[in-house]
């Protein structure tokens, strides 16, 4: 009953912000923010009143913490490939999820060539040997797909209208998905994972697959090869030379055009290695099986700052910690998980446009 109260309570409050914002003038920033503060207490009211009606065990919801770390892995991975393009071309690629989905059928295929070999049935070593190859496969797959995406569907358009580069997104986008649906039909491919990473390890109540642990530090790993390659190399100051002003940079002796087609391989790959490891995580990879994570990957890049990359990597694991333990905390169905994670991005676009951290975007001043 208190709950319940309170939670009338909270709703009387956002009606009355909300009319203070729809009046304008200088209350409207102050209104926002009194709104979206009141969301969020809505929204913990809501989880308290839920967990103490269901009266879930601590177990549980490690769980679903666990989960969310390795949903926010992945996302992660490809919400990198979303901020590296948007920070130098201001372009969102819509067809970077396909992108990761390709890496995932050719890792397929080399799981294929790597049993073949026999490095997946031979010692632990050979093992690890022969899933490196198969993610070296994935990733090198998709990088060559994201550079001939780059050279054939946006360097054409590169001058054009920033709405004409979105659209040939899209179109490439439902090309990439429909071409491999034409090519290997409808059925999904199952993964075949190797025994040494079949299993996975229990800490205390709560189980954790290797496959999810896998995803969780590699992408953090790999998060931080990204951030020293940009920060720490002649490469990467060339990408955030090419991100403050093509002109100049190319005065000054960049070759634009390859630091553009470096940043879409760049990208690609870590798709790709998402589309791997979420094939061995979920055991299949279909036509498809790109496109809601793609969705949600940028939603990630948006919600922790576009052109940030830690805030890519913060952004989606707060997005994956949201879809996992959502649906619990708030009492809805799970398969609502996707509209947790789209009102995220709605909320996100309203309250704090600019992301959890910031964008870092460098805008051009005349």
């Known amino acids: ?52 009606t269901e009266n879930y065990p601590l177990s549980f919801w490690a769980s679903q913490v666990a989960n969310g770390l390795v949903l926010g892995g992945v ?8 901020t590296l393009v948007y920070g130098i071309l201001l372009m969102i690629n819509f067809a970077h999820g396909e992108v990761m989905m390709i890496g995932g059928v050719a890792g397929f295929f080399g799981l294929q060539i790597a049993s073949a070999l026999g490095l997946l049935s031979g010692s632990p070593l050979e093992v690890v040997v022969g899933l490196l190859l198969v993610l070296a496969f994935g990733m090198g797959i998709a990088a060559l797909t994201g550079v001939t995406l780059e050279r054939v569907a946006y360097r054409p358009l590169r001058n054009a209208p920033r709405l004409v580069p979105l659209i040939s997104a899209i179109g490439a986008s439902l090309f990439l998905q429909y071409s491999v649906l034409l090519i ?32 969780f530090l590699t992408s953090l790993m790999l998060m931080g090869a990204l951030f020293v390659i940009v920060q720490r190399t002649r490469l990467g100051r060339a990408m955030r030379a090419v991100a403050a002003d093509k002109d100049a940079a190319a005065l000054m002796g960049v070759d634009v055009n390859q630091i553009i087609a470096f940043t879409f391989l760049l990208g690609s790959a870590l798709a790709g290695a998402a589309g791997v490891m979420l094939g061995f995580h979920n055991a299949v990879i279909k036509f498809n ?15 922790g700052g576009i052109g940030n990359i830690p805030g890519a990597m913060v952004g989606a694991l707060v997005l ?47």
Do not use: H, W
Not at 75 to 82: E, F, I, M, R, T
Not at 187 to 199: C, F
């Open 75 to 82: 996302y992660a991975l490809v919400a990198l490939g979303y």
């Open 320 to 366: 994956g910690l949201a879809e996992s333990l959502g649906p619990s905390a708030l009492g809805i169905p799970a398969e609502y998980r996707d509209i947790i994670a789209f009102s995220v991005l709605v909320l996100v676009l309203i309250f704090r446009p600019a992301g959890l951290l910031g964008e870092a975007v460098v805008e051009k001043r005349a």
């Open 1 to 52: 009953m208190y709950a319940g109260e309170r939670q009338g309570d909270i709703v009387a409050l956002i009606s009355r912000a909300l009319s203070a914002a729809r009046q304008g003038g200088a209350g409207m920033r102050i209104a926002r923010r009194m709104l979206g503060m009141l969301l969020i207490a809505a929204v913990i009211v809501r989880a308290i009143s839920v967990s103490a």
């Open 184 to 215: 290997f039909g409808v059925r999904p491919m199952v993964y075949q994972r190797p025994s040494l990473i079949a299993d996975g390890m229990r800490i205390g109540a709560v189980f954790i697959p290797y496959t999810g642990l896998i995803i």
């Open 289 to 303: 099986s790109g496109f809601i994570p793609g969705l949600k990957a940028f939603t990630a890049a948006v919600l």
